[in-house]
C-alpha cells in the first residue's frame, strides 16, 4: 500500500478529477478495488481530500478503513465541508438582513459568529448549494439569547427549519434537502425589546452528506 508523502504533509490522489463531489457507495467500491485500481507514487499530489472537492484519496481510504474497524458509519469519518478553518469568510457565503457574520475564535477554532445588531434586527448569512443528490446538511450552532424572543433561525429556500434560542452551548443539527439549487440561511433575529447572554449566534462545522 502507498504511503503518505510525508515531505510535503500532501497526499497522492486517485482518478476522478472532474466528478461531483462522490456518493459513499462509489466510495465504498474504490475502497473495496483498491488493489485493482494501481497507484503511481510519483503522481501529482493533492492538498484536498475527498470531502471537500470529491477526490478520493488514499487519506481518505484510511479514513474509510478506520470507521470500518470501528464499526462506525463511515460519513463519521469525513471532514467537514466548511469549518473555517481558514480564519477567513470563506467566499460564496453572502450577508444579508441588518447586519453579516463574522469570522470568530472560541477555543483554538474558529467559527463564524453574528454581528452585533439592535432590537428588531437581523443578522443574516446565506449559502447557496447545488447538489445532485437527496442530501442532508448538519451543522455546530451556539446561541447565546434572551430565551424565546431572540434567537437564531434556520432556513431552507424561504422554509423555517429550526429556530434556536436561549443558552444552548454547542449542539449539533441535521435538516434533509432535495436534489437541487438550495439556499441556506441561518439569521440571528432580535424582537423589539431587551437582550440576554452574549446575544448572538455561531455556527461551525458545516457538512453535506448524501442520503
Ligand atoms: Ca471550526
Ligand atoms: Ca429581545
Redesign the pocket.
Same mark, same amino acid.
Given at each position: 500500500m502507498a504511503t503518505l508523502d510525508g515531505q510535503t504533509g500532501r497526499y497522492p490522489m486517485l482518478g476522478w478529477q472532474k466528478r461531483p463531489k462522490v456518493g459513499l457507495h462509489e466510495f465504498v467500491w474504490v475502497a473495496r478495488n483498491w488493489g485493482e485500481i494501481g497507484f503511481a507514487p510519483e503522481s501529482e499530489p493533492n492538498l484536498v481530500d475527498f470531502s471537500k472537492d470529491g477526490h478520493i484519496d488514499i487519506y481518505d481510504l484510511m479514513m474509510l478503513g478506520e470507521s470500518w474497524w470501528q464499526d462506525l458509519p463511515a460519513r463519521d469519518a469525513f471532514e467537514?465541508d466548511e @469549518?473555517?478553518?481558514s480564519g477567513q469568510l470563506p467566499s460564496g457565503w453572502q450577508a444579508g438582513g441588518d447586519a453579516g457574520w463574522l469570522i470568530t475564535q472560541h477555543a483554538e @477554532?474558529?467559527?463564524i459568529r453574528s454581528e452585533q445588531i439592535g432590537d428588531s434586527q437581523c443578522a443574516s448569512i446565506t449559502l447557496t448549494r447545488d447538489t445532485r443528490f437527496l442530501g442532508r446538511i448538519s451543522f455546530d450552532y451556539l446561541v447565546s439569547s434572551e430565551e424565546g424572543f431572540d434567537g437564531l433561525a434556520f432556513v431552507i429556500d424561504g422554509e423555517p427549519q429550526a429556530k434556536f434560542s436561549g443558552e444552548t452551548g454547542w449542539q449539533t443539527c441535521s435538516f434533509e434537502f432535495t436534489p437541487g439549487e438550495h439556499t441556506f440561511t441561518w439569521s440571528y433575529c432580535k424582537d423589539s425589546y431587551w437582550q440576554a447572554g452574549n446575544d448572538m449566534g455561531m455556527i @461551525?462545522?458545516i457538512q453535506f452528506t448524501e442520503e
Open positions: 467537514p @469549518d473555517f478553518s @477554532d474558529y467559527a @461551525d462545522n
